[in-house]
């Protein structure tokens, strides 16, 4: 490809569909985010319509490119949901959004533009981005964990995305949870769901994650061992992972990291007691694109498809 060249990249999550055009420059440069546009996703209204959606918007951002002048390559997509890594149709998706597994996302997107498409989930696309072009630029192999709501991640190794046999790879929150605490999976009790549920059994009381991290550095003990735990359980995971893969860098993202010094110090604590001294001085770091992250990761996937 010559450049200049541009993607149209698209974000599908629960609430809000983002699309943009991601533009390279050359090939040094990192890649500039133009015409970003959202709507809402009304998931509730079934997965039928939240496609409808996603066609409508990119086919907007599209046109209005092309008739700028845009050298559009392709179409990428990060989206919620498990993606099935051969057809980029929507496998599984929780009550989040309803009626979306099963959506024939990839087969709608060739059939409507006749262009390259490639679809990713959102936590991968989001680990791919960092990991272009974010807080772990350069690293061949990473770890990247996003504890929101629920528990994302990535794994990034030899500088590619790990998908899978199934494309289901980085499904972290699945993994096991070590603590006596949660129902047994690290979503439970890393994320911030996980956090609200474990509160409200220790004390009766319901409070949202941001109000549980205030009562924990006012120094409330209940909430601080909430905090604590949340944080110990994902370096625990974090540790075994860093066993397996020996990555470069290990990057954070999510609102649960809003939580503060006491989750942090209880995670970077929790993983360097289960790790061997010449792997603890692994740099942990947040994530540094924001809300562009998934956008340049799914441009990313799919020029790497295109490449293949």
Request: charged share 20%; glycine share 14%; with cysteine.
């Amino acid at each position: 490809m010559e450049y200049p060249f541009s993607v149209v990249a698209v974000d599908v999550g629960g609430t809000k569909i983002a699309c943009a055009v991601v533009r390279y420059e050359n090939v040094d440069a990192a890649p500039i985010i133009l015409s970003k546009r959202s709507i809402p996703t009304d998931a509730q209204q079934g997965g039928e319509v939240v496609l409808a959606r996603i066609l409508d918007l990119v086919d907007d951002v599209r046109a209005e490119a092309l008739s700028h002048g845009e050298t559009i390559v392709g179409v990428g997509v990060a989206t919620a949901g498990r993606v099935d890594v051969d057809t980029g149709n929507i496998a599984f998706a929780n009550e989040i959004m309803p009626g979306w597994s099963g959506q024939p996302l990839g087969d709608a997107l060739r059939e409507r533009f006749e262009c390259p498409s490639a679809v990713l989930g959102d936590v991968q696309s989001h680990a791919l981005g960092e990991a272009r072009w974010g807080a772990a630029r350069g690293a061949q192999t990473a770890v990247v964990m996003a504890p929101g709501t629920g528990l994302g991640g990535g794994i990034i190794c030899h500088g590619k995305i790990v998908r899978g046999k199934h494309g289901f790879a980085g499904e972290i929150g699945s993994t096991m949870n070590t603590l006596d605490a949660g129902d047994g999976n690290l979503e439970s009790v890393a994320a911030g769901s996980g956090i609200e549920a474990r509160y409200y059994a220790a004390c009766g009381v319901h409070q949202t994650g941001a109000e549980i991290s205030h009562r924990a550095q006012l120094g409330e003990d209940i909430a601080r061992q909430t905090i604590e735990n949340a944080g110990r359980a994902l370096g625990l995971a974090l540790a075994g992972w860093t066993n397996i893969f020996d990555p470069d860098i290990a990057v954070v993202s999510g609102s649960v990291t809003k939580a503060g010094p006491i989750w942090r110090d209880a995670m970077v604590s929790a993983f360097k007691e289960r790790t061997p001294g010449v792997l603890a001085d692994l740099p942990i770091v947040d994530a540094s694109l924001g809300d562009n992250a998934p956008l340049i990761g799914a441009a990313e996937n799919l020029l790497d498809t295109l490449k293949n």
